[in-house]
């Protein structure tokens, strides 16, 4: 990995970022950057990927006579789908043997959505993970244990050159083997802790069963993404390993971690609009939203050499802020990701998102930060099951009351009826990397 040069303070805003020139530059010299780099990557898949020339010449496109950024609105959105059906390599604007790394997702059902980077395209990925470390208040020299899973997975790799882009050192253990975790964040003095939220809450726990406190511990920073989670899921974490949590935000098919990150001001993660246009749409019509209103991400790459993405629907709610940050950065801000959209529950005509749930549970006296929800059919009716952990120590006696409060809240804050059972200390499974919230049982298609 290549070396940067020692971050310095930007004298004009006094803002403290690792590439001040870039991350504070004005909005309108941000919107001919962008408008400069959408006519490349318009050029790039035009010249190299027959699909996407098709797209762009049915909606009346040319790279070059672009003249504004609201013209990329009459392209049509690409869609997860859209890589299943060119896979493996289909809208690869690059052949294979020009290619660094390849990436792909799991997929759970069907075939893997497939990645993949230039060796330009993973170092502009470090650049941008560095500056999203150095912006939670990682440094130069800061032991990083990175506890994201490895693999086809970009978490792992994504945060691993990073860090060592910002000049740290890096622990690369991946996830599991949580109670190891523990003793080498504590032995190696280690200062920053990636991981996905639910995974460095179950290190907080091995660590309270040992008898370990992570609070006396070095950690001083957390880069926590790969999943939604709840201002109070941040507090729980931050109380009990006594570090600041940050939001990270990513996702694979546009480059993977460090799409956008949280500053130390935490009032929303800066999307890195050097590299990326953002816009919020409305999931059922699809028409752009304004600033401010809840509605689905939209994302185009516009550095990307290997897999150019043209609106490429996230599937992830957002809003977005534009106002200047206190920290002096002028990139957008993504003001934090509510949930998924594939997530959100309708149950008897309610729109519920897990960490909505999530922001109930956590932090109530007598009950443990885990959960999951299972959603089946009863007849026409859905019916919502919330299983919960009770703190260690705490009396089963005292179960059925605390359910019965739970169960008041989540009427009373979010309209709907459930079903709570309160469970034994560690009844319910742990993660190891991107937690499943949800069982949702009901019948497919109905
Ligand atoms: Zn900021």
Known sequence: MGTITEPRRFAKHGADCLHPLLETMSRDQLAQVQLDRLRKVLRNAWDHVPWQRERIEAAGLHPESVAGLDELRRLPFMVKDDLRAHYPFGLFARPKSRLARVHASSGTTGKPTVVGYTEGDLGRWADLMARSLYGAGARRGDLVHNAYGYGLFTGGLGAHQGAERLGCPVVPMSGGGTERQVALIVDFGARVLCATPSYALAIAEAAEAQGIDLRCSELA??????????????????????????????????????????????????????????????????????DGQAGELVITTLTKEALPMLRYRTRD????????????????????????????????????????????????????????????????????????????????????????????????????TADVLVRPSCGLPRSQGKAVRVRDLRPKGA
């Not at 529950?345 to 959960?371: C, F, K, T």
């Open 221 to 290: 920073v957390g880069m926590f993404g790969a999943e939604p989670w709840s201002a109070a899921l941040r507090e729980q974490i931050e109380a009990r390993i006594g570090l600041k949590a940050y939001d990270v935000y990513g996702l694979s098919e546009i480059m993977g971690p460090g799409v956008a990150c949280e500053c130390e001001c935490r009032n929303g993660l800066h999307g890195w609009e050097d590299h990326f246009l953002f816009e919020v749409i409305d999931p059922d019509t699809g028409a752009p939203l304004p």
């Open 317 to 416: 709610i957002t809003r977005i802020a534009r106002g200047r940050c206190d920290c002096g950065r002028t990139h957008l801000r993504l003001l934090r990701v509510t949930g998924r959209n594939d997530d959100m529950l309708i149950i008897r005509g309610v729109n519920v998102y897990p960490s909505q749930i999530e922001a109930v549970l956590v932090g109530r006296p007598g009950l443990a930060p885990h959960y999951q929800l299972v959603v089946e059919r009863e007849g026409a009716l859905d019916r919502l099951r919330i299983e919960v952990e009770a703190e260690p120590g705490v009396d089963a006696a005292s179960f059925d009351a605390l359910a019965r409060d739970v169960a008041h809240h989540v009427k009373s804050m979010i309209g709907l």
